[in-house]
C-alpha cells in the first residue's frame, strides 16, 4: 500500500500591507483558522496607507494575534509544523516585521520556513476548499497593488500573460474615491453605491481594451474622472448623492469591461476552461456577476475566490504553502529576504 502522507499543519503570518493577518492549514485540505486584524480605519484619515503607522501596528499586534490564533486552533506552538510569511511584494517595514517574526519563530523551534509570494496566495485563492485542489486554469489577479492575467499551468508554474502598465484596477477603484470625497478605501463604497447610479451617464475610457494583448492601464481612466469632475457644475465636496452615484456606476462599468473582455480573450487564446479569480477587487458584487454572466456563456468554470480569502488574509498564505509542499517544492530556508517587488514569475 502506498504510504499516505500525514497533512502539515502551517501557521502562516501575512503583513505586506495594512492587514496583519494570521492562519492555521491542515495541508491544503482545512484551514483552522484565519485571523485578520484590519487597520482601515488608522489610515482613513490620512486618505491611504501610512507605511510607517502600518509596520508599527503589525509589530504590535502580531504576536497577540498569533497567541489568539493557536488558541482558537487548540493548539500550542509545539502542534505546528511550518510556519510561513510574505516576502513581497508589499511595503517593505510591513514585510519586514511578519517575515522575520515567522523565521525567529521558525528557528526557535527548529521547524521549516516558507517565504511566500504574496501574489502567488493571491492566485491559488480560488482552489481553497476545492476537493480536486489548485488545476490548470487562467487567472484574473486583481487587488490594490496588481491587475494581472497569469496562466497556471501547475503549483509553482506561472506565466503572466499581462498585467497593468500603471495604476492597478484597486488602485484605480480608492484614487477615484477620494476624488468623490469617499472614504477610504474607495473600492467597497464604490460597489455600494454603483447600483444605485446609471452607469451610461458619463462615457468614460475602456483604456487598452482593444489593444489585442493582455497590458492594462487604468491612470488614464483616472484621469478623466478628475477633468469630468472640473466640468460638473457641482462643488467637489458636495456632489449630489445622485450625481455621485452614477459617476461610482460609470466608472466601475469601464473597469468591469476591460477586466471581462481580457479575460475573456485570455480564456479563448489559452483554452483553459477554469478561469481562477481573486484579489481585493474580485469581491466587487457587479465584477462577480460580470464574470459570472461570461463564463456561463462561454461555458467556462469561473472560481471566484471567497470574499474573505479575495482582500489580504493569511490562509491564502498558509494554503500557498501546503500547495507547494505537497507539491513537493522546497522550503526556501531561513536565508531569503524580503522583497518589496517580488516578481510572481522571475524575468
Ligand atoms: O488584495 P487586497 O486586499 O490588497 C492588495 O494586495 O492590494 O486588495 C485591496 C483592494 C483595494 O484597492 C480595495 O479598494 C479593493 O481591493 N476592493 C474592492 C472591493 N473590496 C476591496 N474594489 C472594488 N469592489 C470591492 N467590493
Ligand atoms: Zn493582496
Not at 510561513?84 to 517595514?93: C, D, H, I, M, R
Not at 469617499?182 to 451617464?201: F, V
Not at 493582455?214 to 481612466?221: D, E, K, P, T, V
Amino acid at each position: 500500500m502506498p504510504e499516505t502522507k500525514k497533512p502539515q499543519t502551517i501557521l502562516a503570518i501575512e503583513t505586506s500591507c495594512d492587514e496583519t493577518a494570521v492562519a492555521i492549514a491542515r495541508g491544503t485540505g482545512e484551514i483552522l483558522v484565519s485571523e485578520v486584524a484590519s487597520q482601515i480605519l488608522m489610515h482613513q484619515p490620512y486618505g491611504g496607507v501610512v507605511p510607517e503607522l502600518a509596520s508599527r501596528e503589525h509589530n504590535l499586534v502580531l504576536r497577540p494575534l498569533i497567541d489568539h490564533a493557536l488558541s482558537n486552533a487548540g493548539m500550542t506552538i509545539a502542534d505546528i509544523d511550518a510556519i510561513a510569511a510574505t516576502a513581497g511584494p508589499g511595503l517593505s517595514s510591513s514585510l519586514l516585521i511578519g517575515n522575520t517574526t515567522g523565521k525567529a519563530l521558525a528557528l526557535a523551534r527548529g521547524i521549516p520556513f516558507y517565504s511566500i509570494n504574496h501574489m502567488e496566495g493571491h492566485l491559488l485563492s480560488p482552489f481553497i476548499g476545492h476537493p480536486e485542489g489548485v488545476v490548470k486554469s487562467l487567472a484574473l489577479i486583481v487587488s490594490g497593488g496588481h491587475t494581472q492575467i497569469v496562466k497556471l499551468n501547475a503549483v509553482g508554474d506561472y506565466e503572466l500573460m499581462g498585467q497593468t502598465r500603471d495604476d492597478a484596477a484597486g488602485e484605480a477603484f480608492d484614487k477615484v474615491g477620494k476624488m468623490l470625497g469617499l472614504p477610504y478605501p474607495g473600492g467597497p463604497i464604490i460597489d455600494q453605491r454603483a447600483p444605485s447610479g446609471d452607469p451610461t451617464t458619463y462615457d468614460l475610457p475602456r483604456s487598452m481594451i482593444d489593444s489585442g494583448d493582455y497590458q492594462f492601464s487604468f491612470s488614464g481612466l483616472k484621469t478623466a474622472v478628475h477633468y469630468l469632475l472640473e466640468k460638473l457644475p457641482h462643488d467637489r465636496e458636495n456632489l449630489p448623492e445622485a450625481v455621485t452615484n452614477d459617476l461610482c456606476a460609470s466608472f466601475q462599468q469601464a473597469v468591469i469591461d476591460v477586466l471581462v473582455t481580457k479575460t475573456m480573450a485570455a480564456a479563448r487564446e489559452t483554452g483553459e476552461k477554469v478561469i481562477g479569480v481573486s484579489g481585493g477587487v474580485s469581491c466587487n458584487s457587479q465584477l462577480r456577476s460580470a464574470l459570472t454572466a461570461a463564463c456561463d456563456k462561454a461555458d467556462l468554470d469561473l472560481r471566484i475566490a471567497s470574499p474573505s480569502h479575495s482582500t489580504d488574509n493569511a490562509a491564502m498564505i498558509a494554503y500557498a504553502t501546503a500547495a507547494r509542499l505537497e507539491a513537493g517544492l522546497p522550503s526556501s530556508g531561513l536565508g531569503e529576504d524580503i522583497d518589496p517587488n517580488l516578481p510572481l514569475v522571475a524575468g
